[in-house]
């Protein structure tokens, strides 16, 4: 089997693969540590991605003596990356690049990570582009509280796997749940419509966090997949199996 890490701004995730198949998910390193205990003796490699402290998770890997590539720009991939500064692109958005390629069979591809922030990952001839990246969510409500001296901060979580039908706010509460979750609708509605216009057969996924919340408001044809990261991962290893 193989052990995919993914170490975001706010939570380690995991999953054991048995070929392409999850054979077993969870969250936070004392789930993982319970999970190797358990497995360790299948585990034949481990990939980890992280744009976060991964110290703990590693020093983890090596107690069990299972073999770990950790994702960095240089890591060969199962796709090309064209981005310009491979040192700063974050391996969660190649992850995504590389998974969306190998479930579009090679279509052009663009992959919305809606977590603290959102990234949008265009793949396109068997290659990594690029994309664009900007707030998340829980990120914007939390930017209208800290850098105005009245507006509260709203807890939207309520919301979260919901539709949201609210339009002219009647209150503050109210008019910044609006500007919000309508701006970000609209934001990732505009974005992929400029991709459609630009490339014919366009696929368009979306993962993270905020995943419900999206594949529940988004008028766009769009395919969701919460363990994309992790998924991802998992081809690299087994590409190079």
């Known amino acids: 089997m193989h052990l995919a890490i993914d170490i975001g701004n706010t939570v380690l ?18 789930a993982l540590h319970q999970s190797l205990q358990e497995n360790a003796g299948k585990v034949s490699r481990a990939i980890m991605a992280s744009v976060a402290d991964s110290l703990l998770a590693m020093e983890l890997i090596r107690k069990f003596n299972i073999p770990l590539t950790v994702l960095l720009h240089q890591t060969p991939l199962p796709i ?29 591809a663009l992959v919305i990570g809606a977590g603290t922030c959102i990234t949008y990952n265009f793949v396109h001839e068997g290659n990594f582009i690029g994309g664009a990246i900007s707030p998340g969510i829980t990120m914007r409500f939390q930017a209208l509280n800290h850098y105005t001296a009245k507006l509260p901060l709203v807890d939207w979580q309520s919301y979260r796997d919901q539709h949201y039908e609210g339009l002219t706010g009647v209150n503050s509460q109210d008019s910044i749940l609006s500007g919000v979750l309508n701006g970000v609708v609209q934001e990732i509605e505009g974005t992929i ?16 966090g905020d995943m419900a919340f999206l594949e529940k408001n988004l008028k766009n044809d769009i395919f969701a997949r919460p363990d994309m990261v992790l998924e991802g991962l998992n081809y690299i290893l087994l590409d190079h199996a």
Do not use: W
């Open 13 to 30: 995730k995991f999953a054991l693969f048995d070929g392409e198949r999850m054979h077993e998910k969870g969250s936070g390193i004392e």
């Open 80 to 108: 090309g990356n064209l981005y310009k500064t491979p040192q700063t692109l974050g391996s969660d958005r190649l992850t995504l690049a590389v998974a969306a390629h190998r479930f579009f069979g090679g279509a052009p």
């Open 193 to 208: 419509s400029q991709y459609r216009q630009r490339y014919s057969g366009l696929r368009v996924a979306v993962t993270g």
